[in-house]
């Protein structure tokens, strides 16, 4: 049975002729009755009755019928649906963040400009991020790292100094910076594997012939802030990261000149979609996407 049959049964029961039903479908008279002709023929059945006075529905063909009002009917409510989509009253956003004070405000004005959409906001660092976008797990992912594949559509947003985050109360507050040889022999509070953080620490240390001992490591920002403020050490975030917390103190480290990076990125294959696109280009400020 193909569409096209179905439908012209369907606009023959309800405009009562086949060429009234040629009218609504934009078909010839003709093509309608071959449509017909060929779905009675395919199943052996009877459908209509045809006289001179017009057609009438056989009992076969009002049982289809009322089969084919429910399909037409889904066929309807699926248009709708995909059409509220279009234009973003309906649907979600899943984004993925490092860093979710990166992306906040451009959430709030996405959420003005979009209030029917839901948005889902979850947090991870850079490696699990760019697998979730692989997974299609989350839409866009913003993160510290630019991935090399060629299969990802990417915005820079900004581009942060890394500072050592310690406890108030401990005497090395005092200071206002401290250099990058004298970190690293202080307890440090490492972040997990695949946090960029952690990464551009150990590749620092290591083009400086250093290596590293004694660190603690602790998953997630947050956690690593916490144990910076029951000093547990030093911990290394991006000068963008920062919020205000009275237990820290900030140092800079003048003599380390790496800067965090923050991408915007999703897969290319995904780059058209709809709900993508709009966050993608709010910013019509913004510098291009960097393919």
Same mark, same amino acid.
């Given at each position: 049975?193909?569409?096209?049959?179905?439908?012209?049964?369907?606009?023959?029961?309800?405009?009562?002729?086949?060429?009234?039903?040629?009218?609504?479908?934009?078909?010839?008279?003709?093509?309608?009755?071959?449509?017909?002709?060929?779905?009675?023929?395919?199943?052996?059945?009877?459908?209509?009755?045809? +006289?001179?006075?017009?057609?009438?529905?056989?009992?076969? +063909?009002?049982?289809?019928?009322?089969?084919?009002?429910?399909?037409?009917?889904?066929?309807?409510?699926?248009?709708?649906?995909?059409?509220?989509?279009?234009?973003?009253?309906?649907?979600?956003?899943?984004?993925?963040?490092?860093?979710?004070?990166?992306?906040?405000?451009?959430?709030?004005?996405?959420?003005?400009?979009?209030?029917?959409?839901?948005?889902?906001?979850?947090?991870?660092?850079?490696?699990?991020?760019?697998?979730?976008?692989?997974?299609?797990?989350?839409?866009?992912?913003?993160?510290?790292?630019?991935?090399?594949?060629?299969?990802?559509?990417?915005?820079?947003?900004?581009?942060?100094?890394?500072?050592?985050?310690?406890?108030?109360?401990?005497?090395?507050?005092?200071?206002?910076?401290?250099?990058?040889?004298?970190?690293?022999?202080?307890?440090?509070?490492?972040?997990?594997?695949?946090?960029?953080?952690?990464?551009?620490?150990?590749?620092?240390?290591?083009?400086?012939?250093?290596?590293?001992?004694?660190?603690?490591?602790?998953?997630?920002?947050?956690?690593?802030?916490?144990?910076?403020?029951?000093?547990? +050490?030093?911990?290394?975030?991006?000068?963008?990261?920062?919020?205000?917390?009275?237990?820290?103190?900030?140092?800079?480290?003048?003599?380390?000149?790496?800067?965090?990076?923050?991408?915007?990125?999703?897969?290319?294959?995904?780059?058209?979609?709809?709900?993508?696109?709009?966050?993608?280009?709010?910013?019509?400020?913004?510098?291009?996407?960097?393919?």
């Amino acid at each position: 049975m193909r569409h096209a049959q179905i439908k012209a049964f369907h606009a023959v029961a309800v405009h009562n002729g086949f060429s009234r039903a040629g009218e609504a479908l934009g078909l010839t008279q003709p093509a309608v009755s071959d449509h017909v002709r060929k779905l009675e023929e395919s199943y052996g059945v009877q459908l209509f009755t045809r +006289g001179s006075s017009g057609v009438a529905l056989t009992d076969m +063909g009002r049982k289809l019928f009322a089969i084919a009002e429910r399909l037409f009917e889904a066929e309807t409510e699926a248009m709708e649906l995909l059409s509220r989509g279009r234009t973003l009253e309906e649907g979600q956003l899943t984004i993925g963040a490092d860093a979710a004070v990166h992306i906040l405000p451009e959430l709030a004005r996405f959420r003005l400009k979009h209030p029917k959409l839901s948005v889902r906001l979850v947090t991870g660092n850079s490696a699990q991020l760019v697998k979730r976008l692989e997974d299609f797990s989350i839409d866009i992912a913003i993160t510290a790292e630019r991935p090399p594949d060629a299969g990802f559509l990417a915005r820079k947003l900004r581009s942060d100094r890394l500072v050592a985050v310690v406890q108030r109360s401990s005497k090395l507050s005092k200071l206002k910076e401290i250099r990058f040889e004298q970190l690293v022999k202080l307890p440090l509070i490492l972040r997990e594997e695949g946090s960029m953080t952690r990464t551009l620490l150990l590749d620092e240390a290591g083009r400086r012939g250093i290596t590293l001992s004694g660190a603690i490591e602790i998953e997630s920002r947050e956690a690593a802030r916490e144990a910076a403020a029951e000093g547990l +050490g030093l911990a290394i975030m991006s000068k963008g990261e920062l919020v205000p917390d009275g237990r820290l103190a900030v140092l800079a480290i003048p003599d380390w000149t790496t800067e965090m990076e923050e991408w915007m990125i999703c897969l290319k294959s995904r780059s058209a979609l709809h709900v993508i696109r709009s966050f993608f280009t709010l910013e019509r400020e913004a510098a291009k996407p960097i393919a």
